[in-house]
């Protein structure tokens, strides 16, 4: 008898232990093995959209064939409440991620940041909508329709649908991909406020410009040169030309006004281009800036050079720097040279 009662005992002791292994069998299979598959890659990201519900996530996961077990995957999201704690965001899925660790992640919103990087690659307000509209879940019709109110951007901004590049910073952001517009112009705001001192704005007020006027003459000084010294001195030249009643008759301004920014040389059939930007034809400053703007070419304008010219060529050996005059002859001399110098390197547009 006491061998049978020995031998049950070994039976029930290998089921329990059969039973657990089974159990932590299932537990690892559906719970902490990884369940993605990306063919190869590292990682990839998801966009979950804002109200979005539990079918929204499982399509977006099973559209790029992310994971490999639905049903695995489905049991342990709602054994963790998935479907009523989503968060919307973009997140990003590693190759090795289980189960439960997509599913944690979604419910604790850890999603990933958006770099949104604001360059001399972005020169329009079209181009900056279409680049903030791509990066964010903020639609196109939407960042459009904030960027023309002249209502709001009168009333918050002191600016307008012309001038409204004027509040963009060249500075990087990181920010939520589900960042809403009201958001993501308060970090603008604040960025813009940081370069407009007081005493940069007490300075625009002592030379006589509004800061979008200053803005937009240092987005010219600026795509003329990038060398401070020649900037004060080029800013100098365009407020005599604005203070006389002058055409600005800036080349920067047409290549805006054509929309073409890989020309290297502006033609003459260029500045017949019937634009407020080409300022060949329209006297003054033109609506807005043409170039998102430096901290360090707007103060070459605060601080711009003191002096009688009226005209400037660049140099004919390429340098940066350029020849300044206040005769027309010798500024005809200077361009000639400057135009001979193109055409012996080959650059005709």
Aim: charged share 25%; net charge neutral.
């Amino acid at each position: 008898m006491a061998k049978k009662g020995g031998t049950f005992k070994k039976i029930i002791v290998l089921t329990i232990i059969g039973t657990l292994a089974l159990a932590g069998y299932w537990a690892y299979e559906n719970i902490f093995k990884s369940n993605v598959h990306l063919n190869g890659k590292k990682f990839t990201y998801i966009y979950i959209k804002t109200n979005a519900t539990f079918d929204d996530v499982l399509d977006e996961l099973y559209s790029q064939n992310i994971i490999d077990d639905h049903e695995s995957f489905e049991w342990m999201a709602k054994e963790m409440d998935l479907p009523e704690h989503i968060n919307s965001g973009k997140y990003r899925i590693d190759a090795k991620m289980s189960n439960r660790s997509i599913a944690k992640m979604i419910i604790n919103g850890k999603q990933e940041k958006v770099k949104l990087s604001f360059n001399s690659q972005i020169r329009t307000k079209e181009q900056f909508i279409d680049y903030v509209s791509d990066k964010l879940e903020i639609e196109n019709a939407e960042l459009e329709d904030y960027c023309s109110n002249d209502d709001i951007l009168g009333d918050e901004y002191g600016l307008n649908g012309e001038n409204f590049m004027t509040l963009i910073v060249p500075e990087t952001y990181e920010v939520n991909w589900t960042t809403h517009i009201s958001d993501l112009f308060i970090l603008l705001e604040k960025s813009y406020n940081d370069i407009w001192t007081k005493a940069r704005r007490d300075k625009a007020k002592t030379i006589g410009y509004s800061i979008p006027e200053v803005v937009t003459i240092a987005s010219i000084v600026q795509s003329e040169s990038g060398i401070k010294t020649e900037q004060q001195k080029i800013a100098g030249v365009y407020i005599n030309r604005l203070k006389q009643d002058i055409k600005l008759q800036a080349d920067p301004t047409v290549v805006f006004a054509n929309g073409n920014f890989d020309v290297q040389r502006v033609l003459s059939a260029d500045k017949e281009t019937d634009s407020p930007y080409n300022t060949y034809r329209y006297k003054g400053l033109p609506p807005g800036p043409i170039c998102l703007v430096n901290p360090s070419s707007i103060d070459a304008v605060l601080n711009y050079s003191r002096h009688n010219y009226t005209y400037f060529c660049a140099k004919s050996d390429f340098s940066g720097y350029s020849n300044f005059t206040n005769d027309y002859k010798v500024h005809m001399k200077n361009a000639a040279a400057y135009q001979a110098a193109l055409n012996q390197k080959g650059i005709k547009r």
